[in-house]
């Protein structure tokens, strides 16, 4: 696997296989980000809460995004991603928490950190989304205009939310990629 565009093209990034994750496709990465780039800027702070190797964050920090908190409970996901992020020669912009993504999620909202951008794509056939961005949400964790992106089994399409526009979906044989766009002002004003 390696980094597709931005200042890292071409870094090759080590891979972690078993049943509990799956590295998203080439093309299906690619489908992504071509979604995603005109919505990025360099100010914006991203988390993937299932890292995997950390494929999806460091390509974010290639293409301009300040930081990446990258969070997978797996040691041997962990072992991986910080393998990768040193390769980044950039390691400052990534925050790595070995901790499942409710741990994470608290963690977040204690420090009362915010993100612009929320990477989804639990284990496999696992309904997550709906909670997760449900409680993203009602802990104040997503910044006005945040990104969220579902990537998922096409049969676990999201659910309509009147808080967040769907700007994006692709359909890649099973894998269904949405990105949604919240529209709620969580300041903490």
């Known amino acids: 696997m390696r980094v597709i565009a931005g200042k890292m093209r071409g870094l090759a990034l080590k891979t972690i296989t078993g049943r509990t994750t799956r590295p998203t496709a080439a093309k299906v990465k690619e489908a ?6 005109p919505y990025l800027s360099p100010s914006m702070v991203g988390v ?4 995997g190797s950390g494929a999806l964050g ?43 993504y409710q741990q994470a999620m608290r ?7 915010q993100f612009d951008l929320l990477f989804l794509d ?8 709906p909670a997760i961005v449900q409680a993203f949400i009602e802990q104040k964790l997503l910044r006005p205009q945040a990104l969220i992106l579902l990537e998922t ?8 939310r009147d808080d967040c526009l769907l700007i994006a979906a692709k ?8 990105i949604w766009q919240y529209q709620g002002d969580n300041s903490n004003g």
């Open 153 to 160: 089994d096409y049969s676990l399409q999201a659910e309509r």
């Open 171 to 178: 359909q890649y044989g099973q894998t269904y990629i949405e």
């Open 107 to 113: 963690q977040f909202e204690q420090q009362q950190i």
């Open 58 to 100: 460091i390509e974010a920090v290639s293409r301009g995004l300040a930081q990446v908190y990258l969070i997978d409970k797996n040691r041997a996901a962990i072992k991986v991603i910080k393998s990768n992020v040193q390769k980044t020669r950039e390691p400052e912009r990534f925050t790595i928490w070995p901790v499942s």
């Open 32 to 37: 992504m980000f071509d979604m995603l780039n």
């Open 122 to 129: 639990p284990p496999y056939l696992q309904h997550l989304n």
């Open 48 to 51: 993937d809460l299932f890292a």
